[in-house]
Each structure stands twice: as C-alpha cells, then as structure tokens.
C-alpha cells in the first residue's frame, strides 16, 4: 500500500524567502505525481503535475522535482509572498484510473 | 478552471437517512472520483468510474455506493449515513489516461447527526 508523508506539517516564513517542502512516498511504481493547493474552506488547485518519466516541472515561482528511486518530490516556492498561504498536497497517481493517494499536506503561512 | 459542480454544497442529515451527493462536469471527462477528507487523514479514496456504468471501488468504499449513467453525472450514495461520514466530499475529473491530471470540484460538506 503506497503511503506518503509530508515533511513539515506547518511552516511559517517570512516574505521574500524561498523555500523547499518535501514529500515521501514507499512505492516507487508511480504514474505520477501531483501538487495542489487547498485554501481554507476550499477545493484543491492542481499547480503542477510530474510524470512518472520526467524528473521536474516548473511553472512561474514553482519548480517540482521527482526522484523515484528514493522515493521523495520537493516543491520549491522562489521569493514567497503572502497569497502564496495555503495547505500545499502532495499526491501519488497509480494503476490505469491514475488513483490518488494523498499526503497530510504543509501548512504554509507568510509574514509580511 | 475545470466545469466542475457540486451539489448540495453543505448537507445535516441524520444517522440512518440516505444521502445522495452530485458531481457534473462539462469537459466530457472519461474518468471522474469521490474523495472524502478528513482531519488526521488527509483525502482518501472512495470509489472512481472510468467511463458511463464502469466503476471500482478505492482504499474506504465500505458504506457507499455510486451510479455513473452519463458521462457528465457521477452520483455518490450514502445507503444509511452514519456519524462517521461526516466529512468534506470532493468529487475529481481527468481526461487524458496518459497525462492523468485530476481537476477537483469545491466540495461538499456532509454533517450526519
């Protein structure tokens, strides 16, 4: 059974840092993966999406990387800002349906 | 954004009652899912349909049943709801097998009593 954890839980840092959140998974034999953004009360947002055979994906102040072999992603968010607070999830897309097994996601807050 | 609604969006029901929970899309998406989400838990699977009267069941399909008779409505049925359903319900699309990006709907938040 495929699980994943993302390291922290919460983060809070201040506007203008760049920062790193990190997702662990046990099963190598992935389809894909993808992370999302969920606001309070909210639906999740897909912000970027790696294939099984790709390594990263970029897109504006995101970069994710993938490395099946030790089974870890990382989000990188450059020059973070305030709007950029939310819960950010990771999730492991396997079998032919392309199911989704969800990590408890980073809580992520940023000072003014 | 994905066309992607939800309906109702708040439910109170109480134990032993069914409930029945839609999803609809407008972008003729082959495959279509139900998550619920949960503190503690994070989203978890519970059933997904891979085209019009094709489904499978996901890692917490105990309690539920689904119907997909169009390509664009996928119904979610709670036969007798329980308090332990109480939870938030996102229903999710994707269209391309080999790409598999999934578009999530703004979710229902279902209360059982």
């Known amino acids: 059974k495929q699980e994943v954890t993302q390291i922290p839980a919460a983060l809070s840092v201040p506007e203008g840092e760049n920062l790193v959140l990190n997702c662990s998974f046990t099963?190598?034999?992935?389809?894909?993966l993808q992370w999302f953004r969920q606001d309070p009360g909210k639906g999740l947002t897909s912000l970027l999406l790696i294939q099984s055979s790709q390594r990263e994906q970029t897109s504006g102040r995101l970069n994710a990387s993938l490395d099946k072999s030790s089974g870890r992603s990382t989000l990188y968010i450059a020059a973070s800002q305030p709007g950029d607070s939310a819960t950010y999830l990771c999730?492991?897309?396997?079998?032919?349906?392309?199911?989704?097994?969800f990590g408890t996601g980073t809580r992520l807050q940023v000072t003014l | 954004d994905a066309g992607i609604t939800q309906s109702p969006r708040h439910k109170v029901t109480e134990t032993g009652t069914p409930v029945t929970l839609r999803c609809h899309q407008t972008e003729n998406h082959r495959y279509m899912y139900w998550y619920r989400q949960d503190p503690g838990h994070g989203l978890r699977l519970i059933h997904y349909?891979?085209?019009?009267?094709?489904?499978d069941k996901g890692e917490v399909s105990d309690g539920y049943s689904v119907s997909r008779s169009k390509t664009e409505d996928f119904l979610l049925t709670l036969e007798s709801a329980t308090s332990s359903q109480t939870s938030v319900y996102f229903c999710?699309?994707?269209?391309?097998?080999?790409?598999?990006?999934?578009?999530f709907g703004p979710g229902t938040r279902l209360t059982v009593l």
């Open positions: 099963d190598s034999a992935i389809y894909n």
């Open positions: 349909s891979y085209g019009v009267k094709d489904t």
């Open positions: 999710a699309i994707s269209g391309d097998r080999d790409i598999g990006e999934q578009f």
């Open positions: 999730a492991i897309g396997t079998g032919t349906a392309s199911k989704l097994t």
